[in-house]
Antibody
Framework: QVTLKESGPALVKPTQTLTLTCTFS??????????VSWIRQPPGKALEWLAR???????FYSTSLKTRLTISKDTSKNQVVLTMTNMDPVDTATYYC???????????WGLGTPVTVSS | DIQMTQSPSSLSASVGDRVTITCRAS??????LNWYQQKPGKAPKLLIY???SLLSGVPSRFSGSGSGTDFTLTISSLQPEDFATYYC?????????FGQGTKLEIK
């Protein structure tokens, strides 16, 4: 059974760095074709893809956010970590991690973790 | 980046109605188009992948079609549990992009 769970701070201050962890089970990120992405959703708004990391450690980022994002993995712990620097109130959103297969659809999602950026 | 445009943004319909949601890509994405359903306070759920492939366990009243730049999601006979927001997403190339969503409401 595939599961993913996001964790991290619920509240961060403007200019701070956000660190989110996705802990997953039921698959391995060392398996060829496996990928994990981060996606966010501001309150009442649409989904926005942020970043992807692959089984071979390839990494891909949102065009508009790539200077602020870093994605990494710890295969032994079954975790993917996303850091976002210089947080702003407009970054307030629910942040999701999701599994992707080589077919590139998001087939399993975590429950999401809400993050508020406020002083 | 590839832009995904859904229409309509919202839709009122009744149980038993047939509804169609349209998604248009700003350039050809072949059949790399996925559809998700999201209910309030919940994570999105994959319904259809590769434009027309129904995920196992998804009711057969859902169907998808299209290729290139124009795609549709059709629900043949709305059920009460189908009232939700639907998103299309292109997986042709990173950065992946989603449509703005279509909120399906009860008439």
């Amino acid at each position: 059974q595939v599961t993913l769970k996001e964790s991290g701070p619920a509240l961060v201050k403007p200019t701070q760095t956000l660190t989110l962890t996705c802990t997953f089970s039921g698959f391995s990120l060392s398996t060829s074709g496996m990928r994990v992405s981060w996606i966010r959703q501001p309150p009442g708004k649409a989904l926005e893809w942020l970043a992807r990391i692959d089984w071979d450690d390839d990494k891909f980022y949102s065009t508009s956010l790539k200077t602020r994002l870093t994605i990494s993995k710890d295969t032994s712990k079954n975790q993917v970590v996303l850091t976002m620097t210089n947080m702003d109130p407009v970054d307030t959103a629910t942040y999701y991690c999701a599994r992707m297969t080589a077919a590139a659809e998001f087939d399993y999602w975590g429950l999401g973790t809400p993050v508020t950026v406020s002083s | 980046d590839i832009q995904m445009t859904q229409s309509p943004s919202s839709l009122s319909a009744s149980v038993g109605d047939r509804v169609t949601i349209t998604c248009r890509a700003s350039q050809s994405i072949s059949s790399y188009l996925n559809w998700y359903q999201q209910k309030p306070g919940k994570a999105p759920k994959l319904l259809i992948y590769a434009a027309s492939s129904l995920l196992s366990g998804v009711p057969s009243r859902f169907s998808g079609s299209g290729s290139g730049t124009d795609f549709t999601l059709t629900i043949s006979s709305l059920q009460p549990e189908d009232f939700a927001t639907y998103y299309c997403q292109q997986s042709y190339v990173t950065p992946y992009t989603f449509g703005q969503g279509t909120k399906l409401e009860i008439k």
